[in-house]
């Protein structure tokens, strides 16, 4: 049995949590802030901006922003200097929040999610999460993570999403490693397509009067678009922390699997790979 006393693991060089309530398997430490830092400005030019839901206004005049495992915190500091007037809160697991020097509209809080959410009901215009998918099961999503959004949503208020899945074709070194991630993810009792029903699990909720969704297919084989070369780089960066997981799961040694991961970078014009990328903005009822 793994000793809960100890609150993170080191796994090939790399650090993971170590919380038996946590399903999360990608690891926790510079490396992996650094990744999810690095992607920013390419989701923004994506998505056409940091948000989709028709908050802007409001966000000038002064409202109140949470980001479910906010990671780096790299959106709700980008957020709270586009919109001094509002405020923030960034909440993860995590220990990669900026600790000092943050903007006095901001705060963070390192605290696991699936513990509830410590905050008091209707007590944010917009709430937001984004890569969220190796987090929870498809039932803690259901049961605790989409209703805990709801929950913390004013009336009136919106809830965004934002999730993607990686496609390729079934011969290629992308597909075999993705099925891989997908099993394993799928023994631990998550949903690795979780952003295609995110709208059809918010309708179920009763809670809104509006569901946006949008779809973005990224080519990842065009590697002179910056969108596309970072997200390629993302989704590598992502295998790379998990390899404590995932190497041993495929049954290949950790050096096998770096070989891997490289033909991933170096296949996708071959291969038609794409990253589908989901965001879906929904508008709460003003009574539920
Ligand atoms: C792939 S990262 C995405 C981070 C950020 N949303 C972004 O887009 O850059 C997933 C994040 O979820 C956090 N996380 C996983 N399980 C969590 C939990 N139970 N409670 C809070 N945060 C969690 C991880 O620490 C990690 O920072």
């Known amino acids: 049995m793994e000793d809960e006393t100890i609150e993170y693991r080191l796994i090939n060089g790399r650090r993971y949590h170590n919380l038996s309530n946590s399903m999360y398997f990608v690891a926790n430490d510079d490396e992996e802030a650094n990744r999810l830092s690095r992607y920013h400005d390419a989701i923004k030019d994506i998505w056409g901006g940091l948000f989709n839901s028709p908050v802007e206004e409001k966000l000038r005049q002064g409202a109140r922003v949470i980001d479910i495992g906010c990671g780096s915190g790299i959106w709700i500091l980008d ?30 809080v390192q605290h696991n999610v699936l513990d509830g959410l410590p905050f008091a009901n209707s007590s944010f215009d917009l709430v937001h999460e984004k890569f969220m998918t190796g987090a929870f099961t498809e039932t803690q999503w259901k049961e605790k993570i989409i209703p805990e959004m709801i929950r913390l949503a004013r009336p009136d208020g919106w809830v965004e999403s934002l999730e993607c899945e990686i496609t390729s074709s079934d011969e290629s070194v992308t597909m075999r490693v993705t ?81 891997l991961l490289e033909t991933i970078y170096f296949e996708t014009e071959k291969h038609s790979t794409y990253c589908n990328q989901y965001r879906i903005c929904a508008h709460k009822k003003i009574q539920i």
Not at 82 to 99: K, R
Not at 191 to 216: M, S, V, Y
Request: net charge negative.
């Open 79 to 108: 957020m709270a200097q586009q919109y001094p007037n509002s405020t923030f809160v960034g909440i993860d697991i995590s220990p990669i929040l900026p600790s000092e020097g943050c903007p006095t509209n901001v705060k963070f």
């Open 179 to 259: 099925k891989a991630l997908h099993d394993f993810m799928r023994l631990k009792g998550m949903n690795p397509t979780i952003g295609k029903e995110i709208p059809h699990i918010f309708e179920n909720t009763n809670a809104f009067l509006e569901i946006r969704d949008q779809l973005k297919i990224i080519d990842l084989g065009t590697k002179h678009d910056k969108s596309a070369e970072e997200s390629l780089k993302f989704y590598i960066g992502g295998l790379k922390s998990a390899k404590g997981f995932l190497a041993n799961s495929m049954n290949v040694t950790p050096e096998d699997y770096d070989a």
